[in-house]
């Protein structure tokens, strides 16, 4: 397992957008596209594609806002 962030580009950003939480019922979370969104505009906020090897395999967005 090789786990890494990749910054969202518009390269890959519909595969951070078809990252979903499972089961959805279980969560309550804004959609990738609200985080990418929030991250373009706020520059203290990050917005990371999780990939294992080349597979995509989460999203994540962090910062102080």
């Known amino acids: 397992m090789k786990i890494?962030?990749?910054?969202?580009?518009r390269a890959n950003s519909i595969e951070?957008?078809?990252?979903?939480?499972e089961p959805p019922e279980l969560?309550?979370?804004h959609y990738n596209t609200h985080?990418?969104?929030?991250?373009?505009?706020?520059?203290?906020l990050k917005s990371a594609l999780i990939r294992?090897?080349?597979?995509?395999?989460g999203f994540v967005?962090?910062?102080q806002s």
Do not use: N
Request: with cysteine.
């Open 35 to 44: 985080w990418i969104g929030h991250a373009y505009v706020h520059d203290d």
């Open 52 to 57: 294992d090897g080349d597979e995509a395999v």
């Open 4 to 9: 890494r962030l990749e910054e969202i580009t």
């Open 61 to 63: 967005c962090f910062g």
């Open 16 to 21: 951070a957008v078809k990252i979903k939480a």
């Open 27 to 29: 969560y309550q979370l």
